[in-house]
Nanobody
Framework: EVQLVESGGGLVQPGGSLRLSCAAS????????VGWFCKAPGKEREGVSC????????YYADSVKGRFTISSDNAKNTVYLQMNSLKPEDTAVYYC???????????????WGQGTQVTVST
């Protein structure tokens, strides 16, 4: 059974950091692209960062460039999203997804995790 499980969300103060993890089972990340998406209340799900395992390329939304870093650990079959200098507007449910190639479109991904809540607040 293919499964993605996110973890690492929580409540953090503005300026703080979190590291989200996305662990895969039933397939290996080294043959897939991985995307992190977020969904805030009242908004559409939108892309935050993408990672292409084929060539190691990484992509970031303008709103998170310089603050977030996507990385992978093939031995653990896990992809991470390091989130630094968090802002209240980063508050959302964060999802990881896997698909054949990197894309900002949710429709290009075959597998999705259940999401993890990130809340940035004092």
């Amino acid at each position: 059974e293919v499964q993605l499980v996110e973890s690492g969300g929580g409540l953090v103060q503005p300026g703080g950091s979190l590291r989200l993890s996305c662990a895969a089972s039933g397939f290996t990340f080294d043959s897939y692209a991985v995307g992190w998406f977020c969904k805030a209340p009242g908004k559409e799900r939108e892309g935050v960062s993408c990672f292409s395992s084929s060539d190691g390329s990484t992509y970031y939304a303008d709103s998170v460039k310089g603050r977030f870093t996507i990385s992978s650990d093939n031995a653990k079959n896990t992809v991470y999203l390091q989130m630094n200098s968090l802002k209240p507007e980063d508050t959302a449910v964060y999802y990881c997804a896997a698909g054949p190639f990197s894309s900002w479109s949710v429709y290009e991904y075959d597998y999705w995790g259940q999401g993890t809540q990130v809340t940035v607040s004092t």
